[in-house]
């Protein structure tokens, strides 16, 4: 057997939805409609829009292809970022300023998954026409703890002052969107549009793959996210 008939064995043999977990490849056709964009406005600091809830198939996806490496997740997820960002930019030039991954979360990974998915919906964004590029404008300056399992507020101060940026020549003439895979309670968001407005620069808006669905709702009066 060659080599590349061995790695499809590989494939079909065991192989599971990533959403659902039946036998199949990849994704089944009911997970594969369930990651349709359904893009929602995400109560923030600055105009916000997930393109999906983060629930259901999502979130066992978001994880396959983030921490398992099945990089085959990537373009519904893709699409989803790209419809969210086509929600929340304004008209013309974009750039999108992906929030930074730590390190140890790349070399847990073997790479930048996330990093990679904003690459990904850029680019659909340009074939429809769109002039969008990604900047990289955002850095870690400071260690940060992993997110998962700290409150709204633990989140906020974990973060706080955990970024900086660099006004890059490439975001000239371009608005700003913030993008990440998941928004909780919006803590990194703040952080990101805090650290870009030290370097003299406005974020627009923000996009989000998904976002966590609210427990209190009532927008602007509700709890600080
Ligand atoms: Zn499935």
Do not use: I
């Not at 056709?29 to 829009?49: E, F, G, M």
């Not at 013309?92 to 790349?106: C, D, F, H, I, Q």
């Amino acid at each position: 057997m060659g080599a590349f008939w061995s790695a499809a064995a590989d494939l079909v043999t065991g192989a599971a939805c990533a959403g659902c977990d039946r036998p199949g490849l990849v994704l089944c056709d009911a997970c594969r409609h369930a990651l349709a964009p359904d893009p929602r406005p995400v109560p923030s600091v600055v105009p916000a829009v997930a393109g999906l809830g983060y629930d259901g198939v999502v979130r066992p996806v978001l994880a396959g292809l983030k921490e398992h490496g099945r990089w085959q997740l990537q373009p519904p997820l893709a699409h989803a970022l790209a419809a969210a960002a086509c929600v929340a930019a304004p008209d013309g030039p974009v750039a999108l300023v992906p929030v930074p991954s730590t390190r140890a979360s790349r070399r847990r990974r073997g790479g930048d998954p996330v990093g990679d998915l904003v690459e990904a919906a850029a680019a659909r964004l340009r074939v429809v026409g769109l002039d969008v590029v990604v900047v990289p404008a955002l850095r870690h300056v400071r260690r940060v703890d992993d997110q998962a399992g700290l409150g709204v507020q633990e989140r906020g101060e974990n973060l706080a002052g955990a970024f900086a940026a660099k006004p890059r020549r490439a975001l000239r003439g371009r608005s700003l969107l913030v993008v990440d895979d998941v928004v909780t309670t919006g803590a990194t968001l703040r952080e990101s549009v805090r650290a870009l407005r030290s370097a003299g620069l406005v974020t627009h808006a923000a996009a989000f793959v998904a976002a966590t669905p609210r427990r209190h709702s009532g927008g602007a009066s509700g709890p600080r996210s």
